[in-house]
């Protein structure tokens, strides 16, 4: 009698891992992975207004974001965020008046190429291009692969007064292939800003 009771719990656990095993199998053959994907992003058409005055500096920027004071402590008083609220998009934008002061100016440069250079960690690569703009304004732009919180930044200057840069960023590093709609849509806009930009 054990041994009887013993073949039908060995035969039942038997019958249960073969019944498992070909329900993993499909009938069409191989098991192909799907796709990763990503949420579907909805995003409005390219609009633009003109950045009210009282800056010294004024350019285009989408109807879709709002102008907000940059209120962090190292702040100056010309420094803006351009914010995205349905996109959880923000470019940062700084400005210095560099007073045909040399050492300012080279400061500045030094900043802007050191602002770049920390994501190196995170980031897969780092292209840079210059951008002419229509009225001759040249742009250093800096694409960004890879996990980081920054995937566009750029900055303009005619080296003896203005210096102008800018920065995309999002509240978190994600990967760039789930935002690249929303990076491509922001990086239009900021091209606009540049080809409309002017300083006062």
Not at 130 to 159: C, H, R
Request: glycine content about 4%.
């Amino acid at each position: 009698m054990p041994v009887f009771r013993l073949y039908r719990s060995l035969s039942a656990v038997l019958l249960f891992v073969g019944a498992s095993l070909t329900s993993c199998t499909s009938s069409g053959g191989d098991y192909t992975p799907k796709p990763k994907g990503y949420n579907r992003i909805d995003l409005p058409p390219h609009s633009y207004q003109q950045l009210p005055s009282g800056r010294p500096y004024t350019f285009e920027y989408s109807q879709h974001a709002r102008i907000l004071r940059d209120s962090s402590y190292l702040a100056q008083p010309n420094w803006i965020n351009i914010y995205y609220p349905k996109l959880g998009a923000n470019v940062q934008i700084t400005y210095t008046n560099v007073q045909q002061n040399p050492k300012l100016y080279n400061k500045m440069m030094e900043d802007a190429r050191k602002l770049t250079s920390k994501h190196q960690i995170k980031a897969s690569a780092i292209d840079e291009s210059i951008m002419q703009t229509p009225s001759g304004m040249k742009v250093a732009v800096f694409e960004l692969a890879g996990d980081v919180p920054s995937q566009f930044q750029f900055y303009t200057t005619d080296s003896t007064k203005h210096f102008f840069r800018g920065a995309l960023y999002f509240p978190i590093a994600t990967a760039n292939d789930s935002l690249a709609p929303i990076i491509d849509y922001v990086k239009k806009d900021i091209v606009q800003m540049l080809n409309t930009l002017k300083y006062q």
